[in-house]
């Protein structure tokens, strides 16, 4: 037998061997490349659970034996809350909020990619990620007409863009809820995203505290939280 022919028998072993026993190391990686569950997938695997645990809420608000059609997302950096609407022709009403299970960054809008801040500013739900490794996650359309408007860097993919609602507790830029509330708020968005689900960002709740954090790094702060403010004027403070 020549050395090839050795080198390429040794290859094949090699090959049976890994896919016979190292399972465990490259199947995450297929799975996570493949995209294993989609949006569907999910939702059927969590939708009994969820609704148990919404099913007071959702009444509550008037929603029997169904989930809104409509919804809005409004996240609090300083209060670390994130808070989910439902709007109908009755109006807006609050459905659940959830406590943020990590924080990077500062209050301020988030100016470039690596700064660990979470966006400031008035945004819409992208896509549902259901093979995130956070568990579940939602793409919020970071960086926004505005965020581009307002930015210096000359190459707009510096300004970044990964910014996702999510489950587990870690964080450098998005925000995360944990594994429980995300399954809520993933089925929920996923009921409504044919609306066009907006989210809001805000530094802290302008309904109950109207000062306007100065940001030293920029000088157009007044006019983002205009915007932020405007927003969170439509939607009540207390649940129900």
Same mark, same amino acid.
């Given at each position: 037998?020549? %050395?090839? @022919?050795i #080198?390429?028998?040794?290859?094949?072993? =090699?090959? =049976?061997?890994?896919?016979t /026993?190292?399972?465990? =190391?490259?199947?995450?990686?297929?799975?996570?490349? %493949?995209?294993?569950?989609?949006?569907?997938s999910?939702? !059927?695997?969590?939708?009994?659970?969820?609704?148990?645990?919404? !099913?007071?809420?959702?009444? @509550?608000a008037?929603?029997?034996?169904?989930?809104p059609?409509e919804?809005?997302?409004?996240?609090?950096? *300083?209060?670390?809350i994130?808070?989910?609407?439902?709007?109908d022709?009755?109006?807006?009403?609050?459905?659940? !909020?959830?406590p943020?299970?990590?924080?990077?960054?500062?209050?301020?809008?988030?100016l470039? !990619?690596?700064?660990?801040q979470?966006? *400031?500013?008035?945004?819409?739900?992208?896509?549902?990620?259901?093979n995130s490794?956070?568990?579940?996650?939602?793409?919020?359309?970071?960086? $926004?007409e505005?965020?581009?408007?307002?930015?210096e860097?000359t190459?707009?993919s510096? #300004?970044?863009?990964?910014?996702?609602i999510?489950?587990?507790a870690?964080?450098?830029?998005c925000?995360? +809820?944990?594994?429980?509330?995300i *399954? *809520?708020?993933?089925?929920?968005?996923? %009921?409504?995203?044919n609306?066009?689900? %907006?989210?809001?960002?805000?530094?802290?709740?302008?309904r109950?505290?109207?000062s /306007?954090p +100065? +940001?030293?790094?920029?000088d157009?702060? $007044?006019?983002l /939280?205009d915007?932020i403010k405007?927003?969170?004027?439509t939607?009540?403070i207390?649940?129900?």
């Amino acid at each position: 037998m020549t %050395k090839k @022919l050795i #080198l390429i028998f040794g290859i094949l072993v =090699i090959v =049976i061997v890994f896919l016979t /026993y190292g399972r465990s =190391i490259y199947k995450p990686i297929f799975n996570k490349m %493949k995209g294993k569950e989609t949006t569907e997938s999910r939702i !059927e695997q969590i939708h009994k659970n969820v609704w148990s645990r919404l !099913e007071n809420n959702l009444n @509550l608000a008037g929603y029997k034996m169904e989930y809104p059609k409509e919804i809005i997302l409004a996240a609090f950096k *300083e209060e670390q809350i994130l808070q989910v609407y439902a709007k109908d022709y009755n109006g807006i009403k609050m459905i659940k !909020e959830y406590p943020f299970t990590a924080y990077s960054g500062k209050l301020g809008p988030k100016l470039k !990619e690596g700064d660990k801040q979470i966006p *400031e500013g008035v945004y819409k739900v992208e896509y549902l990620n259901p093979n995130s490794s956070f568990y579940l996650s939602i793409k919020v359309s970071y960086p $926004n007409e505005f965020d581009k408007s307002k930015t210096e860097l000359t190459n707009m993919s510096d #300004l970044g863009g990964d910014i996702f609602i999510h489950g587990k507790a870690a964080t450098i830029g998005c925000i995360p +809820i944990g594994d429980e509330a995300i *399954e *809520e708020v993933f089925l929920l968005t996923q %009921k409504a995203i044919n609306n066009n689900v %907006k989210v809001i960002i805000s530094p802290r709740d302008f309904r109950i505290n109207s000062s /306007y954090p +100065i +940001i030293e790094e920029i000088d157009w702060e $007044n006019e983002l /939280y205009d915007k932020i403010k405007d927003e969170l004027k439509t939607l009540p403070i207390s649940v129900y």
